[in-house]
């Protein structure tokens, strides 16, 4: 189950920073390139973070995406996971070694937040993000 709640996670998170929209200030598109930082998460409208998660990053270069998930007692221990993606319009594909695993789509980017969304089999799974 963590496996896949780190793959939707690393997913949406590719799909938030990728994804286009306005941003606050007079409407050029904001850059999904950067490092981002989980805020909030929901899976079908209800919280779904524990503390450690709080620490999670998520890093956008041109072609992959990289998230940084902690854990343990402490929030010390962390593993990390890259995949590449591809982004047409908001929408977000994740793909290792070529095989598409995930899509996700970014409904909010602006200079300083990012939202993604993903649906599976009818769960909603929806990923907000701050741009450190």
Same mark, same amino acid.
Do not use: H
């Given at each position: 189950?963590? /496996?896949?709640?780190?793959?939707? +996670? /690393? +997913?949406?998170?590719?799909? !938030? &920073? /990728?994804?286009?929209? =306005?941003?606050?200030?007079?409407? %050029?598109? !904001?850059? &999904?390139?950067?490092?981002? =930082?989980? #805020? !909030?998460?929901?899976?079908?409208?209800?919280? @779904? +973070? $524990?503390?450690? %998660?709080?620490?999670?990053?998520?890093? *956008?270069? $041109?072609?992959?995406? #990289?998230?940084?998930?902690?854990?343990?007692?402490?929030?010390?221990?962390?593993?990390?996971?890259?995949?590449?993606?591809?982004?047409?319009?908001?929408?977000?594909? *994740?793909? /290792? +070694?070529?095989? $598409?695993? @995930?899509?996700?789509?970014?409904?909010? &980017?602006? !200079?300083?937040?990012?939202?993604? #969304? @993903? #649906? %599976?089999?009818?769960?909603?799974?929806?990923?907000? *993000?701050?741009?450190?």
């Amino acid at each position: 189950m963590k /496996i896949v709640k780190n793959l939707s +996670l /690393i +997913l949406l998170v590719a799909v !938030a &920073l /990728i994804g286009c929209s =306005k941003d606050d200030n007079g409407g %050029d598109s !904001a850059s &999904l390139v950067g490092t981002w =930082k989980l #805020t !909030a998460a929901t899976w079908n409208g209800q919280p @779904d +973070l $524990e503390e450690c %998660d709080l620490k999670t990053t998520v890093v *956008f270069t $041109e072609t992959t995406m #990289t998230t940084t998930d902690y854990y343990g007692t402490d929030c010390m221990s962390s593993e990390s996971f890259t995949v590449d993606y591809t982004r047409s319009g908001n929408t977000l594909k *994740f793909s /290792i +070694l070529g095989a $598409e695993v @995930d899509s996700a789509e970014i409904t909010t &980017l602006t !200079a300083s937040t990012l939202v993604v #969304t @993903d #649906t %599976d089999d009818g769960d909603v799974y929806v990923t907000t *993000f701050a741009r450190q």
